[in-house]
């Protein structure tokens, strides 16, 4: 993946007002791949007595990194994709006072759909996932429009 490719990445993070309120970082891109952390934050804590993040801020950390994966996908031509469906499944809690990470991959488009799989993962613990997910998002700018 080139440079230009990850800035573009940047670019479709920053500009999701969300995305930047979690504090998403882009981790790396490759083409069709996408990883993504996101930072422990006292704010985002969802049970106090554990310190544990919030489902919401995960889902949308995997939300977000699975945009990522289509819009990296050698088929795709433009930097735009909606989420139709996500279904995240969790695991068990991220370790609190850890960074969270998320890998994305598109795995298949077709001419308006693209499909995604992912996991998230607390730092210094990738074997041991804190949630999947699958996905399916709009493929616009597919090239060709062929299945």
């Known amino acids: 993946m080139t440079g230009n490719e990850l800035e573009e990445m940047k670019t479709f993070t920053e500009e ?26 006292e704010e985002l804590v969802g049970d106090p007595e554990t310190g544990v993040i919030h489902g919401g801020a995960v889902s949308t950390l995997m939300d977000t990194c699975s945009g990522g994966a289509v819009i990296s996908h050698p088929d795709m031509t433009e930097a735009v994709t909606a ?3 996500l279904r995240i499944d969790y695991m068990r809690p991220a370790a609190p006072g850890k960074r969270i990470f998320a890998r994305a991959e598109c795995y298949h488009v077709t001419r308006t759909v693209a499909f995604v799989r992912a996991q998230a993962w607390t730092e210094g613990d990738e074997d041991r996932p804190v949630a999947a997910a699958t ?9 060709g429009g062929a299945q």
């Open 135 to 143: 996905g399916a998002f709009t493929a616009v700018g597919r090239k």
């Open 83 to 85: 989420t139709l469906d």
């Open 16 to 41: 999701l007002p969300q995305a930047r309120a979690l504090g998403l970082k882009v981790e790396s891109v490759a083409p069709g791949v996408a990883v993504l952390s996101m930072p422990y934050s």
